[in-house]
């Protein structure tokens, strides 16, 4: 029975927030290409990013792994 409940829950939740991605906005893309040496090309790429994963195409992501002093 928890199981059912569960997974009716985990379908749910996957067809509520399933269409939904949350793009940067402009300022947010500013303001983080406000730290890089390169702000023109970093908009640049972030606009075209953003654009992307609005249209639906899939976008690559950098992860940058944690170092633990």
Not at 9 to 36: H, N, R, W
Request: glycine share 2%.
């Amino acid at each position: 029975m928890k199981l059912a409940l569960k997974f009716s829950l985990f379908l749910f939740a996957l067809f509520v927030f399933g269409d939904k991605s949350f793009s940067l906005s402009d300022y947010q893309i500013k303001k983080i290409c406000k730290k890089e040496k390169k702000q023109l090309t970093c908009k640049k790429n972030l606009q075209e990013k953003r654009s992307n994963l609005q249209k639906g195409n899939l976008i690559e992501i950098p992860v940058i792994p944690y170092k633990n002093n």
